[in-house]
């Protein structure tokens, strides 16, 4: 099927790093991405890996994938109350790349 | 250019009435989607743009959904005979080509 999976919530505290684990499902997906929501708010793109790469790292962000094993990580490092946020995972599946297919998201909490 | 544009960013409407939302893309992004998100979930694929032409449909996108994307610029999405089960956030992403997709900030259906 076309599940990408996350677990549901993540408390950390202020300073520490943040993982949040993602496991997809197509190996055909070209990209996959993080995205951030805030409340109330639209999605925004954190970042994304092209499926040949292993590793991507942006700032405090770092993006690890398990292709073998359909594996996604982001890490945040030194992460602030403001990360606090839903995390999404995403992978973009059709034939050309048309449908994004999401995870059920990660909360993120960062306690002080 | 400001991203994806939205609007309005909050309906309310009483069931059996029928509602429109329009999404303006970034300007030179050829692609555009609409995706739908409930409390507590990912966002959901509706259907799909390749410029003016509507390449896929989710099957989630019932008869009385409507979409279209006239000349291929800003797009609107139409429920006819809303139900409760309407009631969710409709966001609108645009792309180019196969790269990633930025999202709007969403509108907000409340069927009451």
């Known amino acids: 099927g076309e599940d990408v999976e996350q677990s549901l919530f993540l408390s950390v505290r202020e300073g520490d790093s943040s993982v949040i684990n993602c496991t997809y499902t197509d190996s055909s997906s070209t990209y996959l991405y993080w995205y951030k929501q805030e409340p109330g708010a639209g999605l925004q793109l954190l970042t994304y890996i092209f499926s040949n790469m292993d590793m991507k790292q942006d700032q405090r962000l770092t993006v690890l994938l398990n292709k073998k094993d359909k594996h996604l990580s982001l890490r945040i490092a030194d992460t602030q109350t403001g990360d606090s946020a839903i995390y999404f995972c995403a992978e973009n599946l059709g034939n050309y790349g048309q449908n994004f297919v999401f995870g059920p998201g990660t909360r993120l909490s960062v306690l002080p | 250019d400001t991203g994806v544009s939205q609007d309005p960013r909050h309906k309310i409407t009483k069931r059996g009435q029928n509602v429109t939302f329009r999404c303006d893309p970034i300007s030179e992004h050829n692609r555009l989607y609409w995706y739908r998100q409930t409390l507590g979930q990912g966002p959901e694929f509706l259907t799909y743009?390749?410029?003016?032409?509507?390449?896929?449909k989710s099957r989630l996108l019932s008869d009385r959904f409507s979409a279209e994307r006239p000349k291929g610029s800003f797009s609107t999405l139409e429920i006819q005979r809303t139900e409760q089960g309407d009631s969710a956030m409709y966001l609108c992403?645009?792309?180019?080509?196969?790269?990633?997709?930025?999202f709007g900030q969403g509108t907000r259906l409340t069927v009451v």
């Open positions: 743009f390749q410029n003016e032409a509507q390449l896929e």
């Open positions: 992403a645009s792309s180019k080509d196969t790269s990633e997709a930025f």
